[in-house]
C-alpha cells in the first residue's frame, strides 16, 4: 500500500465547546484524569466560571459561528462537578449562552456529571434552557463502589441511582441523555451492562481508563487484550438481546466498518473539532491530554485575548485533525486503522516521542475490531441478485422523485403534466411502468438530467421530453385505454424499450392499440405493429440467438435507438441495416456458445439480468446507466466477443453493487500498487481490476483464448492482489465479503 496524505489546507471550525464551570468534584474518583494524573493545573484555576469569563465566551462562540456559517454549537458543561456552581450561576451561564447565540446559530445545551446534586431544581432549570443530562456511572454497586467514592471512602451509588430516577421521570425524560461507564476488567461486564440498561438510558458511553505508555492501565490478568475482551463479552451481550441500547463505542465500529464516520473522538480518523474553556477562561486542548504529562493540554490561548480560530490554528489541534496523516507510521498499515484511527491521541504518549505511537490499547482495539467484523460479518453477505435488481429499480425511482422535487416550479407546464400521466400509468399498469423506468438508458436520463440542474446549466433536452415518452411507452405495454401527448425532437420519437417514432410534426398522441399502438397527428391516425417496422416506425431488435440469456428468461433487446444509449467510453454505432444487425447477431450467438462450452457456469452469471447490448465502435468499459446493459464492439471477432460479453458484464455488475452497497471508502488518503498499472490506484480500481481478471483466468484454465485482451494476468499476481485487497483498511465488511467471494472463486479452480 501507498500511503499519501497532507494536513487538511483549511482551517476546521470548533463545533463541540467544553466548558468548565467548576474545577473541584465532590467525589474523589481514582481513575479521573483531571485529579489524579500528570497535569495538575486546575490547583491553580478559580473554582468557577466568572460572570466576566461567561460573557466573552459567549461573544467568542457567536464570532465563530457566525463566521463559518454554523447551523448550531454544542456547549457542555463540565468540571469537576459541574453542579458544585449552584443554579443560581448555571442559569446565568445558560442565560448568557443563549442570548448570544440568539440568531446567530442554534444552542445544543449539555451537561455531564456524576449525579450526586441532581435534584428537582436543578432538573426545572434544565427544562427551561433544554439542556441534556448525562451521568456518570459504572455499573452495580460492587462495580461503582471500585473507584467513585467520596474522599471518605463512602459509596455514591445510592444518590446516583435517586439522582437518575428523577431524571428517569416521564416529566424530565425529555433531558435524559444516557450514562457514561468507565471499563474496569475486574468488574463482571454483563452484570454491568444489565445495571446500566435497568435504568433505561437513552445511551450508554463505555469509556476505557485513560493511560499512556508512561502509566499503563491496569491488566489484571496479565493479559495485552483484556479490555478486547471484556467489550466482546459485553458487544455479544447486547447484540443478543437486540441491541435495547444505543451503544456509541460499537455504534461507532459498525459505523467505520460499513463505510460511514466514526461517532467518537476516542476511535476512527474523524478530526476533532473540540476545545476545552477552563474557568479562567484559557482555551485548551481535550482534557484527556492531561493524563500525558503537564502541560500536555494547554495552547497559551485564552478568551480575551484569542479568537477561537486562533486556537483552531494551534499545531496540538491540527495534529489530531490530519486523518491518516495524523497517526503513527505503523498504524498507517494496520487493516483497522480506518475503525481504530490510532485509539485516542492522549493513549499514544510516550516520553521519547511524544504521540507518534499506537495506542497503548493497540492490542485491545485490533481485537476489538477485529472481533466485531467477525460478528457483523455473517450479516454482511453480498446481494443477492434479487435484492440487488429491487434496490437498483429503487434507486432509480429515487432519482426520478428527486428530477422531479429539483424541476418543482421550474419543470413548467409540460412536466406536470407527463408527472401526471406516469403516475396515472403507475396505477393503472404498474408492471409496465417497471419495464420503462428498468431500461438501462433511464437511468443515463435521470443522471444527466439532475448532473445539468447541479451545475445550473439547462439539460440536453426537456426532461418532460423523456418523461412523457417513459409514460406514453408504459402505456402502450400495459395496454391502457389512455392517450398520452408526447412532444417530438427533431421530427422523432423514442419510445424507451419500444422503438422510434419518426413523423414530420412536433408532437403526437400515443395510445395502445391491439398488438401495437395508435399513432394520432393532426386529424389523421395510423397504427403500428411493435414487432415490425412500418412507415416511420424502427422497433427495438431484440436477440433471441442463445437460450438462457437475459434478465429473467427474457430475450436481451439489441439497443441501437435510445439516444441516451450514448454513454460509454466509446461512442455508439448509428442504427444497424438489416444485414449488419443479423451479422452481428450472428457473431453474438457464436461468441455465447463458445462461452457456455467453455465456461458455462460464468456463462450463466454472464446473461444473468443481461437486458440490453449495444454496439459500440470499439472496446469500452460499464456505461454510466442503470443495471442489464452492456457495450459490446460491433467489429469484434468471435472470440472478443466472447471475452468482450464475460468482462463486461462483469464489471457492470461490480458497477452495480457499488451503487447500492458500500464496498469501500474512497478518502484519497489510500493508494495501492497494482501490477497491471503504471501508478498506484485506489481500492475501487484494483477491486475493478482483479474482479475481471478472477473470470479470465477461469476462462483461460478451461481452454479459452484470452490473447489480446489486456485481462490475462498471471495467476500469482491475481493471488497477490486478492491478499492485498484482503487487508485493505478502506473496505467495508460487504466489500471484504466481495473480495471473500472472489477468492473462493480464483481459488476453487486452482
Known sequence: MVFTGAAAARLIPFREFVVKVHSRCDLACDHCYIYEHADQSWRQRPAVLSEAVAERLAERLAEHAGAHGLPSVTVILLGGEPLLAGPARLRRLCEVLTRGLDGVAALDLRIHTNGLRLNEEFLDLFATYGVKVGVSLDGDRAANDRHRRSANGRTSHPRVLKALGLLGQERHRHLY???????????????????????????????????????????????????????????????????????????????????????????????????????????????????????????????????????????????????????????????????????????????ANG??????????????????????????????????????????????????????????????????????????????????????????????????????????????????????????????????????????????????????????????????????????????????????????RVWRGAAGVGADGAAPALDDLDPYRDCYSRPPLPRLDGPGAEAWQRRLGAAWALLHRTVPDLARETGAGLSTLTPLTGPGGPGRCGPGALGVPYAADVRETALALLTGRRRARLRELTEVADLYVLDGEWWHESPWRERPVAVSALLADVHARVAVAAYRRAGGDAGGSGLAGDEGEIKRTLDRLSGAAELTVTGKAVVAELRREFESGV
Open 177 to 351: 441523555q444516557g450514562l457514561l461507564c468507565t471499563i474496569d476488567p475486574e468488574n463482571d461486564p454483563r452484570t454491568v451492562f444489565d445495571a446500566l440498561t435497568a435504568l433505561a438510558p437513552p445511551r450508554i458511553d463505555f469509556l476505557l481508563p485513560h493511560a499512556t505508555w508512561e502509566t499503563p492501565p491496569a491488566r489484571p490478568d496479565g493479559r495485552p487484550d483484556t479490555y478486547a475482551r471484556w467489550l466482546l463479552e459485553v458487544f455479544d451481550h447486547w447484540d443478543a438481546q437486540g441491541r435495547p441500547v444505543p451503544v456509541r463505542l460499537f455504534d461507532s465500529l459498525l459505523s467505520t466498518l460499513r463505510g460511514g464516520p466514526s461517532l467518537t473522538e476516542s476511535l476512527g480518523l474523524t478530526p476533532t473539532d473540540l476545545v476545552v474553556v477552563e474557568t479562567d477562561g484559557t482555551l485548551e486542548q481535550a482534557d484527556s491530554l492531561k493524563t500525558a504529562h503537564e502541560g500536555a493540554a494547554a495552547t497559551g490561548f485564552d478568551v480575551f485575548r484569542n479568537s477561537f480560530d486562533e486556537v483552531a490554528a494551534h499545531p496540538g489541534i491540527r495534529a489530531r485533525q490530519l486523518g491518516l496523516a495524523g497517526v503513527s507510521a505503523e498504524c498507517r498499515g494496520c487493516p483497522v486503522v480506518r475503525s481504530c484511527g490510532g485509539g485516542l491521541y492522549a493513549h499514544r504518549y510516550r516520553a
Open 355 to 540: 504521540f507518534d505511537n499506537p495506542s497503548v490499547y493497540c492490542t485491545d482495539l485490533k481485537e476489538l475490531v477485529d472481533g466485531v467484523e467477525q460478528r457483523t460479518a455473517r450479516t454482511a453477505d453480498v446481494p443477492g441478485p434479487a435484492d440487488l435488481a429491487a434496490s437498483q429499480q429503487e434507486l432509480t425511482r429515487v432519482l426520478l422523485v428527486r428530477l422531479h422535487e429539483d424541476l418543482a416550479g421550474s419543470g413548467g407546464e409540460d412536466w406536470q403534466r407527463s408527472w401526471e400521466l406516469v403516475t396515472a400509468v403507475e396505477a393503472e399498469a404498474p408492471d409496465a411502468l417497471d419495464a420503462v423506468l428498468d431500461h438501462p438508458y433511464t437511468r443515463t436520463w435521470l443522471l444527466g438530467a439532475l448532473e445539468a440542474l447541479r451545475q445550473g446549466r439547462p439539460p440536453d433536452e426537456p426532461p418532460a421530453f423523456r418523461l412523457s415518452a417513459l409514460a406514453a411507452a408504459a402505456a402502450v405495454r400495459g395496454r391502457l385505454d389512455l392517450q398520452v401527448r408526447v412532444a417530438l425532437r427533431g421530427g422523432e420519437l423514442y419510445l424507451p424499450t419500444l422503438g422510434r417514432l419518426r413523423t414530420g410534426g412536433t408532437a403526437v398522441g400515443i395510445r395502445a392499440a391491439d398488438e401495437g399502438f395508435s399513432v394520432r397527428e393532426g386529424g389523421t391516425e395510423r397504427r403500428l405493429a411493435l414487432s415490425g417496422a412500418g412507415p416511420g416506425w424502427q422497433p427495438v
